[in-house]
């Protein structure tokens, strides 16, 4: 069992674009791959509303601490909604996933519950 665990507050879903291919015509679809995934969002570094006259949008560059199972790969969608895991009912917030990087259990046969995924995440957001 993770000890981080009761670390991950937010849950995530998963979308992925795949090639999804009818008779003669392959098609690129985007399918949820996971739902309801417990993940945590730390290192905040948001960026002011980005005014235009078409359309306002919000950047934001974060991470994302999940459990080393979870089917994060670079490219997926994730929407992620801020203390689901608690009961609170958020606003989910899109993000694009960089690519994930597992850190495993550093002491090797004695577990100590720490190992998790850390993957970067981009919002790109109009609003």
Same mark, same amino acid.
Request: glycine share 6%.
């Given at each position: 069992?993770?000890?981080?665990?009761?670390?991950f507050?937010?849950?995530?879903?998963?979308?992925?674009?795949?090639?999804?291919?009818?008779? $003669? %015509?392959? #098609? &690129?679809?985007?399918?949820?791959?996971?739902? +309801?995934?417990?993940?945590?969002? *730390?290192?905040p570094?948001?960026?002011?509303?980005?005014?235009?006259?078409?359309?306002?949008?919000?950047?934001?560059?974060e991470k994302?601490?999940?459990?080393?199972?979870?089917?994060?790969?670079?490219?997926d969608?994730?929407?992620?909604?801020?203390?689901? $895991? %608690?009961? #609170? &009912?958020?606003?989910?917030?899109?993000?694009? +996933?960089?690519?994930p990087?597992? *850190?495993?259990?550093?002491?090797?046969?004695?577990?100590?519950?720490?190992?998790?995924?850390?993957?970067?995440?981009?919002?790109?957001n109009?609003?």
């Open positions: 069992m993770y000890q981080l665990s009761s670390w507050t937010d849950l995530m879903d998963i979308y992925r674009v795949e090639a999804v291919t009818t008779g $003669a %015509l392959t #098609r &690129q679809e985007r399918v949820l791959v996971a739902s +309801a995934v417990p993940c945590r969002i *730390y290192s570094q948001k960026n002011n509303l980005n005014l235009r006259q078409a359309a306002s949008a919000v950047y934001g560059d994302l601490a999940c459990a080393v199972d979870a089917d994060v790969e670079a490219g969608e994730l929407i992620v909604t801020r203390g689901a $895991a %608690l009961g #609170r &009912q958020t606003k989910p917030v899109r993000y694009i +996933a960089s690519q990087v597992l *850190y495993f259990d550093p002491v090797g046969a004695a577990a100590t519950g720490l190992e998790h995924m850390e993957v970067g995440i981009h919002a790109d109009v609003v």
